[in-house]
């Protein structure tokens, strides 16, 4: 059981909720900014953000990143090629995979995006929580998250 800093248990399932909706919340807010300013979607900012990142990727490791499966993955990465912002290349250590790697306009495109969606974020949580909730709110995650990861609990099946 978990408890509040007063030793009242915290109601979990509530606790279930108001993360899931405020996930929700916040990221069809940043879909509509981004799609507004850039012509993308937050999922396509995070993939190529990712890619921005950590250079050499393969589908494989972006579907662990994101928890997601690699047919859905390489759709994606499908689809950001077709656009001209990712390019396939052959992986030297494993002809099975490729590499993706940003295109200048996937790097342009990526870099522009990411003012517009740091600032929203910061519109959307800075007039919310102070500065001492947001960080307490970004530990608490960022250690849950580590345990999620850790133990490999909740990626997907298939």
Request: aromatic share 6%; hydrophobic share 40%.
């Amino acid at each position: 059981m978990a408890y509040k800093s007063s030793g009242d248990p915290v109601d979990l399932p509530g606790f279930f909720g108001d993360l899931v909706r405020c996930e929700t919340r916040l990221y069809n807010a940043l879909n509509d900014r981004l799609r507004e300013r850039h012509g993308i979607v937050t999922s396509q900012f995070e993939f190529l953000r990712y890619l921005r990142d950590h250079p050499g990727s393969r589908v494989a490791d972006l579907a662990a990143e994101f928890a997601a499966g690699i047919g859905a993955m390489s759709k994606g990465a499908d689809r950001l090629e077709r656009q001209g912002w990712i390019v396939r290349q052959p992986n030297p250590s494993d002809r099975r995979s490729s590499l993706l790697a940003l295109t200048d306009d996937g790097l342009r495109l990526v870099d522009a995006a990411e003012g517009t969606f740091t600032e929203r974020l910061a519109e959307l949580i800075g007039g919310v929580l102070g500065s001492s909730s947001a960080s307490a709110a970004a530990q608490a995650l960022a250690e849950l998250r580590s345990v999620l990861e850790h133990d490999q609990i909740g990626l997907p099946t298939g």
